[in-house]
């Protein structure tokens, strides 16, 4: 039988090799690493995953033997499905948020806040907050059109932006509910909830301090300028940048885009963290209904579409634009976001089918008789699934259900907590091809494949690391919180 790592190495080499090598484009690379780690792949090894996933066995057979193609568009439209609808109405958002003027109206009122030097922290913190109740994809989506804005008005330190952007994002995303990773782990690991918010924020405010230095430093090292890109040409941001401020929308019409998703995702997450199901919200049928409403906008799918027709009505009050120019506009800004959306679907497809190959389950086989300490094993096993097979997700689900046994551990010597905080920091090594998320981070901010490796990548791997030393000092410290 095929080892899961070698058929992992050798997808990695169709990847990298087919992207940097023979110059492929990277929808067409990724599916071919696909096509090629299912047809290396035992259909036993398809099954195991399928059962191991709660699927009866003869459900799990009917599965494994599926066509390959059949199982390939099936990850793939998984992936669409969750990110197809978002990406989609954040490219309107986006780009109708630079034609408009609101991006640049957001930019101004955020310098008088912080001052020119200081914008690019206000981008960090700004991210890091918003991930907190919002999916990640949906904050750099919709923050990235202001570090674009933001980077033409200065006129240098792009990169600086866009990585604090991702930096703030991306850590908020391992370490604090509710966002979806760390909600997860404080159930496998019977973690109280307000003791995972407080130290997974402060953790995340260590980290993305030396995510925005890692950044400062980058910006230094590569001179990455902000390029046309389909959604934003660099003399169309100018022009706008050059605007009066009485030409540019009010602020709270330029905020409304994207603000409201923010807000009703917001309070739909708190609701679902927090409440019960099955009783009533509230002792008042009133305020019932109004949340009720604020609940159906607070799906994250509406909650992009409505702000993507709030973007458009701004974009109309200012440009005066006829019918015919907002549909050839909607078709250019969908045109952009279905060409991030083919790349990270086909990203989808090709984890789906290195996770179907038994990747997960190789490594947990390979660490479980490792006699080293539990903190440094939860980094490790979280930080090879992620790497292996690019889903954060199952990387932490993975280490958790590994960890879970040991976490309830009377002797265990510290406090589960810190567990959950070094799987969160393993999740973020090392982002690269075969994550939907790189794929996202890299054609929002128009870096290229090489520029992203170069970069991104390496200031998520130096969160993570400084997460789990931060983590192990703090288990001898304070083994109990």
Not at 178 to 201: D, E, K
Not at 205 to 224: E, R, W
Not at 272 to 296: C, M, Y
Request: with cysteine; glycine share 8%; charged share 15%.
């Amino acid at each position: 039988m095929t080892d899961p790592v070698l058929i992992l190495l050798i997808g990695v080499v169709v990847v990298v090799g087919g992207i940097i090598g023979f110059k492929l484009h990277p929808f067409l690379a990724l599916l071919l690493a696909a096509l090629t780690v299912a047809l290396l792949t035992p259909t036993e090894l398809v099954e195991h995953y399928f059962t191991t996933k709660g699927l009866s066995e003869a459900e799990a057979l009917k599965q494994a033997h599926k066509s390959i193609g059949e199982r390939i568009a099936t990850e793939f439209g998984n992936t669409c499905t969750k990110i197809g609808i978002l990406i989609a109405m954040a490219a309107i958002i986006g780009k109708a948020m630079l034609d408009s003027g609101a991006a640049e109206k957001i930019i101004r009122a955020m310098l008088k806040v912080t001052g020119v030097k200081n914008a690019p922290i206000g981008f960090i913190l700004s991210s890091f907050f918003l991930t907190i109740p919002v999916f990640v994809d949906t904050v750099i989506f919709l923050m990235m059109p202001l570090a674009k804005a933001m980077g033409m008005r200065l006129g240098k330190n792009y990169l600086l932006l866009a990585l604090s952007v991702i930096a703030g994002a991306v850590m908020a995303n391992s370490y604090v509910p509710p966002s979806p990773g760390p909600l997860f782990l404080v159930g496998a690991l019977n973690v109280p909830i307000g003791l995972m918010m407080v130290c997974g924020t402060l953790l995340g405010l260590c980290t993305i301090t030396v995510g925005y230095l890692t950044a400062v430093f980058l910006n230094k090292k590569f001179d990455i300028p902000l390029r046309d890109s389909p959604d934003a040409r660099l003399e169309d941001i100018k022009a706008i940048a050059d605007k009066d401020d009485k030409e540019l929308p009010a602020l709270g019409w330029a905020l409304l885009p994207a603000v409201f998703p923010l807000a009703t995702i917001c309070i739909r997450s708190a609701v679902e963290a927090f409440h019960q199901p099955g009783k009533p919200l509230t002792d008042s049928s009133i305020i019932n209904t109004v949340l009720e409403v604020l609940l159906f906008f607070g799906d994250k799918n509406i909650a992009l579409l409505m702000g993507g027709i709030f973007a458009l009505l701004v974009l109309a009050s200012q440009k005066k634009t006829t019918k015919e120019k907002l549909t050839a506009f909607v078709q250019t800004a969908l045109m952009s976001g279905g060409h991030i959306i083919l790349i990270t679907a086909a990203g989808g497809a090709f984890g789906g089918m290195l996770q179907q190959s038994g990747i997960s389950d190789r490594i947990a086989d390979l660490t479980k008789g490792y006699q080293m300490a539990l903190i440094p094993l939860a980094f490790f096993i979280a930080m090879v699934v992620r790497t292996a097979q690019g889903s954060a997700t199952v990387a932490l689900i993975t280490a958790s259900g590994i960890l879970a046994g040991m976490a309830q551990n009377a002797n265990l010597g510290f406090h589960p907590v810190y567990l959950c905080l070094a799987i969160g920091s393993g999740a973020k090594l090392i982002p690269w091809m075969n994550d939907a998320g790189f794929w996202i981070m890299c054609k929002t901010s128009n870096l290229t494949e090489r520029e992203a490796l170069k970069t991104i990548a390496p200031m998520q791997s130096l969160m993570g690391l400084t997460g789990v030393i931060l983590t192990m000092i703090a288990a001898w410290l304070f083994p109990m919180v």
